[in-house]
């Protein structure tokens, strides 16, 4: 199993940046996706950004050249470093890591860090 710990969140002003961090421990040699999402209130949960083992990327048309997912592997932590944040970026931002195989992803889910953008 994979456990994940997030940190990072808080309260910027438009305009400001946040770095997310999500450190895993576990069986992390299973782990060939990363990413992380958010949930606003009232709203689904979906993909801001994503990150394979393999280095491809993937970013969520409203975040793209603002946001950017990258990974230590050294430290086994993945960040998403979220520049020219706007009011419309507040939400719970989750970590998911784990295995993407055959079209199924199963993988391990972080706690949830608030991130408030102020107008």
């Known amino acids: 199993q994979v456990q994940l710990v997030e940190s990072g969140g808080g309260l910027v002003q438009a305009g400001g940046s946040l770095r997310l961090s999500c450190a895993a421990s576990?069986?992390?040699?299973?782990?060939?996706?990363m990413g992380w999402y958010c949930q606003a209130p009232g709203k689904q949960r979906e993909l801001v950004a994503g990150l394979t083992k393999g280095g491809t990327t993937y970013y969520h048309d409203s975040v793209k050249g603002r946001f950017t997912i990258s990974r230590d592997t050294a430290k086994n932590t993945v960040y998403l470093q979220m520049n020219s944040l706007k009011p419309e970026d507040t939400a719970v931002y989750y970590c998911?890591?784990?295995?993407?195989?055959?079209?199924?992803?199963?993988?391990?889910w972080g706690q949830g860090t608030q991130v408030t953008v102020s107008s």
């Open positions: 998911s890591q784990g295995t993407y195989d055959s079209g199924t992803y199963n993988g391990a």
């Open positions: 576990g069986s992390i040699f299973s782990i060939n996706a």
